[in-house]
């Protein structure tokens, strides 16, 4: 009854994850999970484990879990039968219970398992070298102190951290897709790094949440997700002559944006026999970047028709300025341009394309403007001009460091280099560990910015 699941959905309250994804030692990734550890909990760990597809080896190492509450026998039959189903490779118990019932975890084939009766145990047997390329779920009740494995495992530990919120990513996500028109398909931008907030970890959170394509610049990030896993369509905008070959390899999809790019990439492709390879025309309706205009369209259906080894996927332009108010003139002009040249070439090939013109600011401003796909950027990692779009966002990226040292400095001193950092009373000063080295601007220096301390703003 859609009254009653529309009731209860409403109840529904997210799950608070407390994962930390982080580099480990011989090119392994941790995630360390100190949150508690109930079955639930156990299986939210387990499917971000699954989620993780940079590594074939998936590792669980799991404490005695408290809180049991049932007859013991039965739950560990429940936890053993959880990690046979999900596939884990690897299983590492810790704790006088997974002694008792090492039997049913052994039980299933195709998983190698070991057990120790103490953390201390595990830490004196302890050999790095058995740790290589696998993704480790590291999943501890607290009086285990899983940390001292923590600290073993991680490949550094740096005082000062670029935090990424991956959740946050996934919430933003679902904001932008609750705005979507049903059936409208959505292309995750993660070019450049994602934006600068790493680029597997996002795809993997994006893959799970099941967008429909993710675009890079260049065809190197586009392997580097292939490398570590990530199955979705993705599209390069900015496709390389002479590399032509290698990204029909790794079934990554070009932009086409002039005649000279399609024919070179037509003529790679009939070389590997493709049929109906996807390709991603560009069209120019005001950016003047990149892309086909009006008047190249003949040309380009003529050439199209000519080969059967590429299909057009998807027809798109970029907005100019659809996050100002200022611009909005401009960005109807465009949408005009764009849904006349795409309906000239629809014409022209005899079929329909996905069509997408709308980006983050897009979406929510232009609603109308959707087409078949809208392609999500900045506002996937917290940015939107709209301030009510805005308001539903959560922060994604934060810049952490730690104060090494607190002094107190008397009115009139100076601070740092040529003397600048005039203190106008006397001070109580803390010097972090950042610099400009980890991004952080000079600019931002001598009061002209400030860090939030325990939430306080200190200039
Ligand atoms: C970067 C980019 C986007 C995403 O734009 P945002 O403003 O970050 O949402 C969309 N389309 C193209 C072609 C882009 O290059």
Redesign the pocket.
């Known amino acids: 009854d859609h009254e009653l699941i529309r009731e209860l959905m409403s109840k529904l309250v997210p799950v608070a994850m407390r994962l930390q994804l982080v580099e480990g030692i011989n090119n392994c990734t941790i995630i360390n999970d100190s949150y508690n550890s109930d079955f639930t909990a156990l299986k939210i760990a387990i499917d971000f484990l699954q989620q993780q597809k940079q590594h074939p080896t998936k590792t669980l190492i799991l404490s005695d879990i408290l809180e049991v509450g049932q007859d013991s026998a039965t739950y560990y039959t429940k936890v053993a039968q959880l990690i046979q189903q999900k596939g884990i490779n690897r299983f590492i118990g810790i704790g006088p219970k997974m002694m008792m019932h090492q039997s049913l975890f052994a039980q299933h084939s195709g998983m190698s398992c070991t057990f120790f009766e103490s953390t201390e145990l595990f830490l004196q047997h302890f050999d790095p070298k058995t740790f290589r390329e696998e993704t480790i779920l590291l999943k501890g009740a607290r009086p285990f102190g899983f940390e001292r494995i923590k600290t073993l495992l991680e490949q550094k530990t740096h005082k000062t951290v670029l935090e990424v919120d991956l959740s946050a990513i996934q919430h933003n996500l679902r904001a932008y897709k609750s705005m979507l028109a049903p059936g409208v398909k959505l292309?995750a931008?993660v070019?450049a790094f994602a934006?600068g907030t790493g680029s597997v970890e996002i795809a993997n959170v994006l893959q799970f949440e099941g967008v429909d394509y993710l675009?890079v610049?260049y065809l190197d990030e586009g392997i580097a997700l292939r490398r570590a896993g990530i199955s979705l369509p993705i599209m390069v905008?900015s496709p390389e002559f002479g590399a032509f070959d290698q990204m029909i390899q790794w079934k990554i999809e070009p932009?086409i944006f002039s005649i000279e790019s399609l024919k070179a990439f037509i003529q790679a492709a009939e070389q590997l026999d493709t049929e109906n390879y996807p390709i991603h025309i560009?069209l120019d309706t005001g950016m003047h970047r990149l892309g086909f205009e009006q008047y190249m369209l003949d040309e380009l259906i003529q050439t199209l028709k000519q080969t059967k080894a590429v299909k057009v996927q998807s027809i798109?332009s970029?907005l100019v300025g659809?996050?100002e108010a200022d611009f909005d003139g401009f960005t109807e002009h465009q949408a005009q341009s764009y849904r006349s040249m795409s309906e000239y070439l629809m014409h022209g090939l005899g079929y329909k394309p996905i069509r997408h013109l709308c980006?983050?600011?897009a979406i929510s401003r232009f609603p109308e403007l959707q087409f078949d796909m809208v392609?999500?950027?900045?506002?996937?990692y917290g940015v939107d001009a709209n301030p009510m779009m805005q308001q539903k966002l959560k922060h994604v990226a934060t810049l952490k460091t730690t104060v090494a040292q607190v002094r107190k400095i008397a009115k009139d001193d100076t601070v740092g280099y040529s003397r600048r950092g005039k203190v106008q009373k006397d001070s109580k000063i803390a010097t972090v560990s950042i610099g400009y080295a980890d991004g952080y601007f000079r600019d931002f220096g001598n009061g002209n910015a400030f860090m939030l301390v325990n939430g306080q703003p200190a200039r």
């Open positions: 292309m931008m070019k934006y675009t610049a905008m932009e560009k798109f970029h659809s996050d980006n983050s600011a392609r999500l950027g900045i506002g996937l």
